[in-house]
């Protein structure tokens, strides 16, 4: 059949038709045995899909639901502490900032660098002062230790 | 809303696991049967509602309770019908094909199955109603078709509707429910099941 008139038969099933198209569709039918055919086939099946049964609902369905909400609840738990986790980093990396910017102040000390070389050679005398006592501990422990000489 | 409803939806932001219930047992017999309309096979229809279930769990965290409530749930439902039929994408099973393919939803009788023995023309050989052929040919068609005529039937959904849920459009809607039909009466009346 001509697809024009298959079209215009799917919207008479439907209520779609405007007046004209009306006209010309019983204007058709009047003449087309094959359509007359085809639109009570259609009618037929129209009324077939309207009234198909009652879907039963499966007795697993109630089962299903659980098994879902009982992965969401464990994907919600996981994801609370991973939450917390981020947000005790967050604030240990926040400290730390603070004790950076509250020591950023050094490094615009007109004197700094000069107090910092001082500071470093004092180490350095330090350090190495220590690094003999070490060599020389045993006499050292012997003076202050009993029994160590 | 419904005050009770919207309370429900309070207690599910707070992860309320009663609420997620009572909630859901109350819409879920609607939602399995869009699901069920459409794939025709409970496996399937659960397979899919398990899916439906938790995208509905996720997403009630930011849904606004002021709003209508079961549009949304079927808008879940349907977009996650497309999703899982693109995923596991079938085989398009061709109504002009041999009635006795195997495969999902395959339709394992002849249509003479359901005419009269020929030497025995008293017996009358039906296997299974209208309905349940109607059913095996719905899950047959191709899941275009299938897709528009269960929202055009199942939904009552308009075809201005069906687009948008689709995100088709609105002659592609029209053509796939028109074709769906034309398949459909087409196999019925090689069953005889339309015989005026």
Redesign the interface.
Known sequence: MDNKYSDLLHQYIDGELGPLEKIILEEHLLSCPASRRELNQLKLLDWELKHQPAIELPAELAACRMAALKAHMAASTAGEKRQKSSVAKDLWRMQLRILQNSSSFISINPVSRTLGRTTMGTFSLVGKAAGTALKKRKPLLGRFIPGQA | MDTVITNLIKRCKK?D?DA??QL??HY??YL??IC??FTRN?EEA?DM??EV??RI??GLNSFDETRPLLPWLKTITVNTIINHTKKNRLPVTSLDGEWNQKGSGSLEFSPADYLAAEDDPEETVIVGD??DI??NLIAQLPEQYRMA?TLR??EEMS?EQIAGALGQPLGTV?NS??RA??Q??KK??ACEL?E?
């Open positions: 992860n696991e997620f219930n859901l047992s879920e017999g399995y049967r069920y309309s409970k659960l509602m398990q279930y938790i769990f996720r209208t309905s109607v059913n005529l039937y199942h075809y029209k429910v028109f039909r034309n459909l009466r019925m009346q339309l005026v």
